[in-house]
């Protein structure tokens, strides 16, 4: 795991570096700082040496100002250090992501990634900052100075010696307690953000259910979870403050103790008035040291729920890549389904899809119909390679879409999926998804064939009008009309309309496909449609029933020869027969 995370250090492992060795030279001008308090009492002060005095009082100014300087050094160089760690490890997992097929994103929920790409991250970059400083300013200064007190007193030091461990024990045990509840409340975090992300996402349907007291409910208890974890979690870390200070007052008496005794007695020949002082300062160094570093043992044992959720992410292997030597061009739109099956949780006992044989020319316009979990939607997602068939093989230009190289395939399979997504900038910018370099005149002709332009045309900004997140200010059908658009920027050679106009009126409809026939005839459309008239002029009508294909044909041909198509024109010409 720490292998992994290191990675992510790159260009600022010159401050990685730097810091420690700055905080070992402020540690060292630290301990050092004792010593001379002590010689100055001791030879200058009791001696009644004025000489002495200011010779070691320069000494000291000099060895604070040193410490001062590389204390900040230190600082500074951990905060790059840190701050640069944490950016380079939140766009390597946001890179990872990117990698991901549809497949590995459905193992992560988009709150779970949310909260591992923000929360996650903020607690690892701490972790590392307080060990690059911190966890090397704390194993110094208590070795160091226990070191000088040994030399100073080892009778002394003996009270050390006796307390490091008892307090070695104490914090072992709140952090072995603490770590598997901070692992259960980042999972929670998780859930607190879905909650929260479906709310927002979702606050019209809310409102016109008039369930706002619902949603408060929902995430009052996600909410009350964590806090009751927390605190739990709180609890137990709250012992340490209270171990280490009476770690500190018990060290400070006992030495002031025994040591005012060793002075008294031995005349201040085998211990002297500078000495005790040393000792004293020593001892607040020593469990300083120990108290920091319990500090860092509580953000470790914090981070490390973190930091596993983050390589988690980092380790996913990506279910679809590239393969060696792929194909880098894409011949023509046909495509072919040979035998194939998939399964979303690859289990072949579990297909969405079973035995799909189809054969599409390139240029034809083929229409997919059929009822809801019959299985369209996967299919045309196995043509760019959304997901890899089960079993069998997909066939475009009359290659294997697993010998393609993915960006060259999806760069001529373009795809309107059923949630239309548009982003926040204008509407010109939204269309440039398509193609970061397109004129303005090949905006507006992709907007006129996708039945856009006049709608465009009449807000008064036109094609810079301003989108909003998700589209919120456009209609179903003129988002639905902007994907299309968007979509048809690429010049694809294949071209996946699923369920993408129907939020648009009959006539609109009618007019896309007109445009279709007339303006791209060489691209091959597929047209996934719920109602039969979006797709009654096709060459060719596929039937879906169950993952399989129930019929293929023509219009003509299926009102007469299958069911479940006659049912459904049936049920669909009714209507409008009625009213009439």
Known sequence: MIKKLTKSIREYKKDAILTPIFVAVEVILEVIIPLLMANLIDDGVYNGDMNMVYKIGVELIICAILSLIFGMLSGISAAKASAGFSKNLREDLYKKVQEFSFYNIDKFSTSSLVTRLTTDISNVQMAFQMIIRIAVRSPLMLFSSLFFAISISPKLSLIFLILIPIIGLGLYLIVTHTHPIMEKIFKTYDKLNNVVEENVSAIRVVKSFVLEDEENKKFNKVSNTIYQDFSKAEKLLALNSPLMQFAIYLCILLISWFGAKLIVNTNMVEFTTGELMTMLTYSIQILSSLMMLSMILVIVTISKASAERIVEVLEEIPDIKNPKNPVKTVANGSIEFKNVGFSYIKDKKRESLKKINLKIKSGETIGIIGGTGSGKSSLVNLIPRLYDATEGAVLVGEINVKRYDLNSLRNEVACVLQKNVLFSGTISDNIRWGKEDATEEEIKRVCKIAQAD???????????????????????????????????????????????????????DNLIRKSFASDIPETTKIIIAQRISSVQDCDKIVVMNNGTIDAIGTHEELLKNNTIYKEVYESQTKGSDTDE
């Open 454 to 508: 006049e709608f465009i045309c009449n807000f008064p900004d036109g094609y810079n009008t301003y989108i909003e997140e998700g589209g919120t200010n456009v209609s179903g059908g003129q988002k639905q009309r902007l994907c299309i658009a968007r979509a048809l920027l690429k010049h694809p050679k294949i071209l996946i309309l699923d369920d993408s106009t129907s939020a648009v009126d009959t006539k609109t």
